[in-house]
C-alpha cells in the first residue's frame, strides 16, 4: 500500500471556523486528490494536484481552497465551515505515467461542523 | 461529462454463495479504465479489480470476476464463495484514458450472512 496519512483523523468543529486537514504521502506520486464522501453520491472530487504548486478544481470545489508547497503534502482548507461540509473526505495519490492509473487513497477524516 | 451508476443500494448473499453488483456508465470516450473499489467499515478504500476498455477479455482476481459489456456500457463485478469478509461498500469507477480522475457510483452495500 502507498504511504499515505490524513490528520486528523476526526474533527468537530463549529460553523464558521477554519479548517484545515492535511494528506501526507511517501510515495512521491505526482498527482494528488481530495474527495469528500457522502451517503448517496459516493466520492465525489473536491481538487486534485498534478504537481508542486499546480492545482485544479474538481465536481464539488465551492467553499474549499488547496495548497501544495511539497510533493508529500496536499492541504485542503475550508475557509468557513458550513454544515453541508460535514462529511468523510479522503486523500488519494497515483504516479504518473502509463503505470499510475489507480488512485491509492489514506485512511479518511471524518469532519463534523456543528 | 461521464456518469457512473450502481442501481443497488443494498445487496445480500449467503456465505460461500456468488453474488453480481451492477454498474453502468456513460461515456462518448471509446479508451477508459473501470475499476472496483471496497470499502470495509473501518472506511479504507481497497482496490478490488480493474478492467482497460480495450481488452475484450474480462479481468479476474482470484474469486472476483467482471463482466464487462461495452456496446452495454455495462461493468458488473461478480464474486464467487462469498465470505464474511467480502461485507462491505463496493463502489464502481471511470477514468478516462487520457485523464486521471475517478468517477465514482453511489456505492452498494454488501451484507454476508452466514
Known amino acids: 500500500d502507498a504511504g499515505i496519512t490524513q490528520s486528523p483523523r476526526h474533527k468537530v468543529t463549529e460553523t464558521g471556523t477554519p479548517v484545515t486537514l492535511r494528506c501526507h504521502q511517501t510515495?512521491?506520486?505526482?498527482?494528488m486528490y481530495w474527495y469528500r464522501q457522502d451517503p448517496g453520491h459516493g466520492l465525489r472530487l473536491i481538487h486534485y494536484?498534478?504537481?508542486?504548486?499546480?492545482?485544479d478544481k474538481g465536481e464539488v470545489s465551492d467553499g474549499y481552497s488547496v495548497s501544495r508547497s511539497k510533493t508529500e503534502d496536499f492541504l485542503l482548507t475550508l475557509e468557513s465551515a458550513t454544515s453541508s461540509q460535514t462529511s468523510v473526505y479522503f486523500c488519494?495519490?497515483?504516479?504518473?505515467?502509463?503505470?499510475?492509473?489507480?488512485?491509492?487513497f489514506g485512511p479518511g477524516t471524518r469532519l463534523t461542523v456543528t | 461529462a461521464q456518469t457512473v451508476t450502481q442501481s443497488q443500494p443494498e445487496m445480500s448473499v449467503q456465505e460461500a454463495e456468488t453474488v453480481t453488483l451492477s454498474c453502468t456508465y456513460d461515456?462518448?470516450?471509446?479508451?477508459?479504465?473501470l475499476f472496483w473499489y471496497k470499502q470495509p467499515p473501518s472506511r479504507q478504500m481497497i482496490l478490488v479489480i480493474r478492467?482497460?476498455?480495450?481488452?475484450?477479455q474480462n479481468a479476474t482476481e482470484n474469486r472476483f470476476s467482471v463482466n464487462f459489456q461495452k456496446a452495454a456500457k455495462s461493468f458488473s463485478l461478480k464474486i464467487s464463495d462469498s465470505q464474511l469478509g467480502d461485507a462491505a461498500m463496493y463502489f464502481c469507477?471511470?477514468?478516462?484514458?487520457?485523464?486521471?480522475?475517478?468517477?465514482f457510483g453511489a456505492g452498494t452495500i454488501l451484507r454476508v450472512k452466514s
Open positions: 488519494a495519490t497515483t504516479p504518473s505515467g502509463r503505470a499510475g492509473y489507480e488512485q491509492y
Open positions: 510515495e512521491n506520486h505526482r498527482y
Open positions: 494536484s498534478y504537481g508542486v504548486k499546480d492545482t
Open positions: 461515456t462518448s470516450e471509446s479508451d477508459y479504465y
Open positions: 478492467q482497460e476498455a480495450y481488452k475484450q
Open positions: 469507477a471511470y477514468r478516462s484514458q487520457g485523464g486521471n480522475k475517478l468517477v
